[in-house]
């Protein structure tokens, strides 16, 4: 479902079922060691995915373990981004020589919970495009996709700055014809690569059997140096903080 969201030099592995609970290292054993059965299959089946992703790469089969704040760390020379919700999960990897980073996320196809949880992801001006955006297609949930823009924009910005993104960081445009932009709205958009100032993001969406999917990916940038950054968090509406590969 995600190959229509990424350009060609980015790989993408996703499925819809669990099945056997794929083989983990010994290490990332350790890490869900007290977890209960459906967070371990979680965890195990998107680590599934990026290995076999990485493969296309000829990268060996090697542990996915968390760095900084949780995150999952890439082999050098690569970028990547991994999600998963009820149903589905998903990993896209590519050189650091054919994007400087991608995000990607999975939702849902169902309204955000309530008011305050929609108050908190989403600015001003955002919810009043939502309306417009509802009274013209009803059946998509608008509220939650413009929530996985913006996670997706979250893990394409921090590998590149190191820094973190705030829901209200970043004004999000959703078009109805399957694209989105990110204006950033922090005064310090500078990156850690010595690259050019980010000024925004642009992204991809869909909403397919039951999911809204949503992408961004950062092409190569003049003037950086090739780096192995890590995939961000993941932030949830609810206010936790999950990592973006468990």
């Given at each position: 479902m995600l190959h229509p969201l990424l350009p060609p030099p980015v790989t993408a592995v996703d499925t819809f079922h669990d099945g056997a609970v794929p083989f983990l290292f010994p290490e990332e054993e350790a890490l869900v060691a007290g977890a209960v059965a459906k967070r371990r299959q979680e965890f195990a089946t998107v680590r599934h995915c990026a290995r076999t992703a990485l493969a296309g790469y000829a990268w060996p089969p090697a542990p996915i373990l968390p760095g900084t704040a949780g995150a999952p760390r890439?082999?050098?020379?690569?970028?990547?981004?991994?999600?998963?919700?009820?149903?589905?999960?998903?990993?896209?990897?590519?050189?650091?020589?054919?994007?400087?980073?991608?995000?990607?996320?999975?939702?849902?196809?169902?309204p955000l919970r309530d008011e305050g949880t929609l108050n908190l992801v989403t600015l001003p001006a955002e919810r009043t495009a939502l309306r417009e955006l509802a009274a013209g297609r009803p059946d998509i949930p608008w509220d939650r996709l413009l929530f996985?823009?913006?996670?997706?924009?979250?893990?394409?910005?921090?590998?590149?700055?190191?820094?973190?993104?705030?829901?209200?960081?970043?004004?999000?445009?959703?078009?109805?014809?399957?694209?989105?932009?990110?204006?950033?709205?922090?005064?310090?958009?500078?990156?850690?690569?010595?690259?050019?100032?980010?000024?925004?993001?642009?992204?991809?969406?869909?909403?397919?059997?039951?999911?809204?999917?949503?992408?961004?990916?950062?092409?190569?940038?003049?003037?950086?140096?090739?780096?192995?950054?890590?995939?961000?968090?993941e932030r949830y509406p609810n206010g936790r903080s999950n990592s973006a590969g468990r």
């Open positions: 890439w082999p050098d020379g690569m970028v990547g981004s991994l999600t998963h919700c009820d149903g589905y999960r998903a990993a896209a990897v590519a050189r650091d020589t054919t994007a400087a980073s991608i995000g990607i996320d999975a939702e849902p196809a169902e996985s823009a913006k996670e997706s924009v979250y893990k394409a910005w921090s590998p590149l700055t190191g820094r973190w993104l705030g829901f209200h960081d970043a004004h999000i445009t959703l078009h109805p014809g399957g694209t989105f932009t990110a204006a950033l709205l922090v005064p310090d958009t500078t990156t850690a690569d010595g690259g050019p100032p980010l000024t925004g993001f642009d992204g991809r969406w869909q909403a397919r059997d039951g999911l809204l999917l949503t992408a961004v990916t950062v092409p190569p940038r003049a003037g950086t140096v090739s780096t192995s950054p890590q995939a961000p968090t």
